[in-house]
Each structure stands twice: as C-alpha cells, then as structure tokens.
C-alpha cells in the first residue's frame, strides 16, 4: 500500500510517536510521548483516536509507566497507577480496555517489565495492522461485485467518521477494502461525511483519501439520506468502537441515523469489525454499552484554518447556549447488512458472530 507512515511508532531512544490529528488536514504535527501521562492525554485530548490506535497508544502507555518506574525506583504501585489512569482516559472504545488487559496479562509474573512491556505494545500493533488487511482482504469482493454489476462504473460509498489508518495503525478498517480495491484498479468514489463535531471525515478520511488518490466528495452529515434517496449510494461501510455479542453496534454519533436511511432505501450497511473491538460480555447494546458524553464546546465551537493561514477555533452559536455532545449511539443489529472481519463476513447476530470466533460462544 502506498502509506508513506504509521499513526504510531517508536524513536530510536525507545520513546512513542503520534500523528496529532487536532491539527489534520492542516498540518502534519509529530508528538513524542515519554510518559504514561503523555499517553493518557493523547487518548483524552483526542491527539490520537480511532479505538485500534487508542489501545496501542495504551499499551504503549503502560511500557511508558514501567520505564519510568525503573528510573526513578518507583513502587509497583505506581505501574496500577497507569494502568487505572488509562482506562479512564476513555469509556466507549472497547480496544483501551482489551490493550491494557493484554499488557496485565503479559506483565503478570514475568521478571523484566521493561522487556515485556515493550514487546507485548510491539505486538498489539503488528496484530492490528494484520487484522486491518485482512478486513479488506474480506471486505473486496463487496466492491468488486457492485463494480461488476456496474460494468466498471464508479462505486458509490458512504463513510462516516474516520475509521481508516489515522484511527488504527496502518490500512484502517472501512478504508482497507477501498485501498484494495483501488490498487486492483476498480473506480472508487466515496461520500465523506463532515462527522460533526469533530469533523474526524473532513478532516481526517478526506485528509486519507486525497493522500491516496481516491475520489471523493465531502457531504454534510445530513445529505447522506437525499444521496440514497437518489440511487446515489451503492454501499455504506462505518467502522464500531464496541460490538456486544448479539450485534449491536457503537460508532461515532450519526451511525444510526445512516443505519435508518440504508433501511429504508434497500442499501447494503457494512460494519468493518475488528474482532479486538468485540465486548461478548454485552448483548444490548443500547442499555450496557457507556455512551461517552465530551466537552459541549467542540459543538459550540468549530475549528479551521483561517485566511492568515492560522488554525483557529469560531464560535458558532449564541455565547450562553448550552449544547449536549454525545461522541457516539448504538446501532441495532437488525439495522446491519453483514460485519466485515479479519475471518471473513458474518450476519450481526451471536450466531454469525460466534461461527467465525468460536472461542467467543
């Protein structure tokens, strides 16, 4: 694939890098991380986000604690410290949850923290660069049927949010099957939702797509419904930050509504699902799944780049105006065409779910 880097990676003094994606499209900003604390406010901050890349910046968090710990001669107490802080940089994405127990199971009863710690985070990320390829690898002949029956024509998808490379490591998981088919040379073109409020599809998928030559068009979030309504959309791929095992799904705020309009108009809804982002402790998804609730004022506010060329933030609204800013809903499965895993394609049900990772049932 033509990416040119990773959202994370590590320096030669074996501290942590990021991407910080406040500052996409507009300028490519690298933040090095030297503590766990620095993780925690790159998860809480949003410098980075995407649930795979929240969990490898954890994971990397806890090697971050065990390194400090050895030099400074700090307690074991202060690794539980980290390992609390990062959980609760964060509620809805299961992958934070998944990474840190990963790296408590590693670290348990091991005799070098500071080994462990660093190949166990190595680990996670490799497993999710591998997870993201083979979700397009699955997720292709989707494309390239549609294509088929289109006898070449350009296929129309929609996206919301970000779910490509930028919130996992490399590939993404919406955006592999379309850098697949897009390497096969099939026409793509894809409908970017703006994603308010953060507006991760303006500033981040459509920051993607550009970098790799993909057409495509920037729609407010409320257009997706007219475009299927007009035989405008062939297929809609949203990415989860948490699937319960009945099926159900969390993604970023809007999800649902796309859900309803594809229902409506008979149009294929796709989940790109990493199986790092399955909570089969759950099954109603819309009583047992947190729903993070952020700062009213990244709706009060939007960000952008002004004529002076300076990143500034606009007030957009009356100054006492209260705004609710929830980050994510819960799409029901009966809503969801199919979910697009690294094993293959199942129906959003236990069943489907538990024939490809049988481990779960």
């Not at 592999?176 to 409908?191: D, L, M, N, T």
């Not at 309009?261 to 149009?267: G, L, P």
């Not at 506010?301 to 105006?321: A, D, F, N």
């Amino acid at each position: 694939m033509a990416n040119t880097f990773r959202t994370i990676w590590t320096t030669e003094d074996r501290f942590v890098e990021v991407i910080d994606q406040r500052e996409l499209p507009h300028k490519v900003v690298v933040v090095k991380l030297k503590t766990y604390r620095d993780a925690e406010n790159a998860i809480k901050n949003m410098t980075v986000r995407g649930a795979p890349l929240i969990g490898a910046t954890a994971a990397y968090g806890i090697y971050l604690a065990v390194r400090e710990m050895n030099e400074k001669g700090l307690s074991k107490e202060f690794l539980d410290e980290a390992f609390s802080a990062l959980r609760a940089s964060r509620p809805t994405a299961i992958n934070l949850f998944w990474a840190l127990d990963k790296m408590k199971a590693a670290l348990e009863n091991c005799d070098d923290y500071l080994k462990i710690s660093w190949k166990e985070a190595a680990r996670i990320v490799e497993e999710d660069i591998e997870i993201c390829r083979m979700i397009g690898v699955h997720g292709l002949p989707l494309l390239e049927e549609i294509s088929k029956k289109k006898k070449g024509e350009a296929v129309n998808i929609l996206t919301h949010c970000n779910a490509g490379m930028l919130g996992c490591i490399e590939w993404g998981t919406v955006t592999s099957p379309i850098y697949q088919a897009h390497e096969k040379g099939i026409k793509i073109h894809v409908w970017v939702d703006e994603t308010r409020p953060r507006n991760q599809g303006s500033n981040l998928t459509a920051f993607e797509l550009t970098k790799h030559g993909i057409e495509h068009t920037l729609i407010v979030d409320n257009t997706g419904g007219h475009l299927m309504q007009h035989g405008l959309v062939d297929i809609v791929l949203v990415g989860t930050d948490r699937t319960t095992r009945n099926g159900d799904v969390a993604n970023k705020i809007g999800t649902y509504l796309k859900a309803l309009a594809a229902k409506d108009n008979k149009i294929p809804f796709y989940v790109a699902l990493p199986s790092t982002t399955l909570d089969m402790r759950i099954r109603d998804g819309l009583s047992e799944i947190p729903i993070e609730k952020r700062d009213q004022n990244e709706v009060r506010y939007v960000q952008g780049l002004s004529k002076k060329g300076e990143i500034e933030q606009i007030l957009i609204c009356p100054e006492t105006t209260k705004a609710l800013n929830y980050g994510f809903d819960v799409t029901p499965s009966r809503l969801i065409t199919g979910l697009i895993t690294e094993r293959g394609i199942c129906s959003p049900t236990e069943e489907g779910i538990c024939s490809l990772f049988p481990e779960y049932s």
